[in-house]
């Protein structure tokens, strides 16, 4: 089931979140997210833009959401999303269901392009990415250190 997310949802997504944080360098985040800054995150993100997660029998099996892209009033049509499944909970559709409904969210609220930025190599959020439509844009080369080595992004875009 697809809902929107609450703030009691924090400390499940931080046990989806945090794998990546500790053993990925698909979060630039490099030390765990506690439950606290989660609910606040959450908060912050859902005052404006949809926060959703995945749910089956009580379990959260990922999570997706919007945010701003950029600061400037200019910027206000655009946002950056992103997307994490539970490791077992990958190659299912779940992704492509979830991030199918935020994208119909972000449409519903007259918005006109969607930003994902993608850590590199990860060819399973490239693949995602590219299913629904999004067109790489950018490549920067070695703009995060994590894990002893630096670490290249993407960015793929969306017209709604």
């Given amino acids: 089931m697809i809902r929107f997310a609450i703030p009691d949802d924090a400390t499940r997504i931080c046990a989806i979140y ?7 360098a698909i979060t ?9 800054t989660m609910r606040r995150r959450i908060l912050e993100i859902t ?15 990922g999570f997706c959401h919007a945010s701003k892209w950029k600061a400037r009033s200019a910027y206000r049509y655009s946002v950056e999303s992103t997307i994490y499944l539970h490791p077992e909970s990958t190659r299912r559709g779940i ?7 935020l994208l119909d969210d972000l449409r519903g609220k007259g ?5 994902g930025g993608i850590a590199l190599p990860n060819q399973g959020s490239v693949a995602l990415h590219e ?3 999004f067109r790489n ?19 793929w875009q ?3």
């Fill in 111 to 115: 918005l006109h392009v969607v930003m």
């Fill in 28 to 36: 630039f985040e490099e030390q765990p997210v506690p439950p606290e």
């Fill in 95 to 101: 992704g492509t269901q979830l991030y199918g409904a």
């Fill in 131 to 133: 299913k629904l439509g």
């Fill in 18 to 24: 945090n794998h990546f944080v500790q053993h990925t």
């Fill in 137 to 155: 844009v950018a490549h920067f080369k070695q703009v995060g250190w994590k894990f002893n080595g630096w670490i290249d992004v993407g960015y």
């Fill in 158 to 160: 969306l017209f709604l």
């Fill in 47 to 61: 005052a404006a833009l949809p926060w959703l997660v995945w749910e089956k029998e009580g379990e959260l099996q």
